[in-house]
């Protein structure tokens, strides 16, 4: 198992299949983009199927996500789903994607084995998207959740960021557009994680006033049925249910006391927390002939030395090296 010095055991991983995407959300990245990883770097699909692998069978791994950069820029992605799907004992596995292109692929990647999907919306605003993403998609994010639900990658979910002077507005519309559609909406407090360093805690809309706005058109109460256990959003029943909503409220209500998340990057490194200030470098054992149990006792050394929580709230608080688009969200 992959267990920490506090008692917390890593069972779910977030594979980063690739830093690359086709945004430039303002909250991810500058609107050039960033400079890639040269594709050398980045681990083939067999590199990647060969690391689920020992993470399920050696490692105790029982929920595979699998995430960017934005991952339905993998040609390969089909596969890897499933080689996934057909470990022992078989995990959950999930996908976290902006949606452009999923209208084609969806029903691809259900028949390979994707359990679940959760799809980034932040506005419903064609004007607003543009600003915020510097891409004129919004059509192609809205299908491609269309297209999820119809393949029954269900409950289809959405991750919200919103944003001051842009989208803090938002809240109401995007949780009715999630109501009426059958999805399950989520909103994300923004975390210090952009390549641009501009992330500021005064200017972030915080939990309590997402709850504030969205009070005034929905009721919403405590979620007893479903048990939080390590999830990072906390539930609420709308109107009184079974409709739901969720906030992942990262920075004012931390949650990393129950993390059981642990993340390889597309280039091969582990990192033990969203966080972490080091990685441990998978990718040159794969490529020097080292054997699944020489991997298993790297990848279990970069757990065991997991810190208590992110310390963002720590005025010593210093953000990653890498932007959430080359660790993983
Ligand atoms: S910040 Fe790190 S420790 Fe906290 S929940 Fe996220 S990954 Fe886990």
Do not use: H, Q
């Given at each position: 198992?992959?267990?920490?010095?506090?008692?917390?055991?890593?069972?779910?991983?977030r594979v980063s299949l690739t830093d690359r995407c086709n945004l430039?959300?303002?909250?991810c990245m500058p609107p050039e983009g960033l400079d890639w990883l040269p594709k050398p770097e980045v681990l083939t699909g067999d590199e990647v199927a060969r690391l689920v692998r020992i993470g399920v069978e050696a490692l105790g791994i029982r929920e595979v996500r699998f995430?960017?950069?934005?991952?339905?820029?993998?040609?390969?992605?089909?596969?890897?789903?499933?080689?996934?799907?057909?470990?022992?004992?078989?995990?959950?596995?999930?996908?976290?994607?902006?949606?452009?292109?999923l209208d084609r692929r969806a029903a691809a990647l259900r028949d390979a084995g994707l359990d679940r999907i959760n799809v980034s919306l932040d506005t419903l605003r064609p004007e607003v998207f543009r600003k915020l993403t510097h891409r004129d998609r919004l059509d192609d994010v809205l299908s491609g959740l269309a297209a999820a639900a119809a393949a029954g990658l269900t409950p289809v979910k959405v991750n919200a960021v919103l944003m001051r002077d842009l989208n803090e507005?938002?809240?109401?519309?995007?949780?009715?557009?999630?109501l009426d559609h059958g999805y399950e909406l989520r909103f994300i407090e923004q975390m210090p994680l952009d390549a641009q360093h501009g992330w500021k805690?005064?200017?972030?809309?915080?939990?309590?006033?997402?709850?504030?706005?969205l009070a005034r058109e929905f009721a919403l109460s405590d979620d007893s049925e479903r048990e939080r256990g390590a999830a990072p959003a906390e539930t609420f029943l709308v109107n009184g249910g079974p409709a739901?909503?969720?906030?992942?409220?990262?920075?004012?209500?931390?949650?990393?006391?129950?993390?059981?998340?642990?993340?390889?990057?597309?280039?091969?490194q582990i990192r033990n927390c969203l966080f972490a200030r080091s990685e441990r470098d998978l990718r040159s054992l794969l490529r020097s002939g080292a054997t699944d149990e020489?991997?298993?006792?790297?990848?279990?050394?970069?757990?065991?030395?997991?810190?208590?929580g992110h310390g963002i709230n720590d005025p010593s608080f210093l953000q990653p090296d890498r932007p959430m688009s080359a660790i993983g969200g």
């Open positions: 198992m992959l267990t920490d010095s506090y008692g917390r055991i890593a069972t779910d991983l430039r959300c303002s909250y995430t960017g950069g934005e991952p339905l820029l993998r040609r390969d992605l089909v596969a890897i789903i499933a080689a996934a799907a057909a470990l022992s004992p078989r995990p959950e596995i999930s996908l976290t994607t902006n949606g452009i292109g507005d938002e809240a109401p519309a995007l949780l009715r557009y999630c805690r005064a200017e972030m809309i915080t939990a309590e006033e997402i709850f504030g706005a739901r909503v969720g906030v992942i409220a990262s920075v004012t209500r931390p949650f990393c006391g129950a993390c059981d998340r642990v993340r390889l990057t597309a280039d091969g020489e991997v298993a006792a790297r990848w279990r050394a970069a757990v065991a030395a997991k810190l208590p």
